[in-house]
């Protein structure tokens, strides 16, 4: 990540019933970056399948291409051209996920369509909580830059 500056930063705590619903990062940067924790009952214990919480991303398809849907995405069947969650991550201790949002160079924005699934109250009721630091990096790179920066600038002075 030579030539980026942290664009953004937020820490998410979830609790039972919570989620993010589906969405790209627009123009927050050019990489996003969500390093997971998680507060268990024991050091050995992992986050279970039920207890939702789980970070996907949606399948991208060309033309003809059939993708098999693994879970079924309630947050995101409106949107057209939506062939389901391709990658599920469910939450763990100290892991991280990378990905590109946006291209260098270029105005393109969003990145891959993602959501969190809500949290069950399973989940609080065996001692586990899901948490989050989330971030974005800009490459001086990108274009996206000089037309957001400013905007984003604005924004965090009032």
Not at 72 to 89: A, D, T, V
Not at 132 to 151: C, E, F, N, S
Request: aromatic residues 14%; glycine residues 10%.
């Amino acid at each position: 990540l030579d030539n980026t500056e942290l664009s953004d930063l937020f820490v998410t705590s979830f609790s039972t019933g919570d989620f993010l619903t589906a969405h790209n990062d627009g123009n927050l940067g050019t990489y996003v970056f969500v390093y997971s924790l998680m507060d268990a009952p024991t050091t050995d214990s992992e986050w279970r399948d039920d207890f939702g919480g789980t970070l996907r991303f949606q399948c991208e398809t060309r033309k003809g291409q059939k993708i098999q849907q693994r879970t079924p995405g309630p947050l995101l069947p409106h949107l057209i051209g939506f062939n389901g969650w391709c990658e599920e991550l469910k939450p763990s201790f100290n892991t991280a996920v990378l990905f590109q949002t946006s291209p260098f160079g270029t105005s393109a924005t969003g990145g891959p369509f993602h959501e969190v699934s809500p949290v069950s109250y399973l989940a609080e009721m065996e001692g586990f909580r899901r948490f989050g630091l989330t971030g974005w990096y800009m490459d001086r790179k990108d274009a996206m830059i000089y037309h957001v920066k400013p905007q984003r600038e604005a924004i965090r002075a009032k």
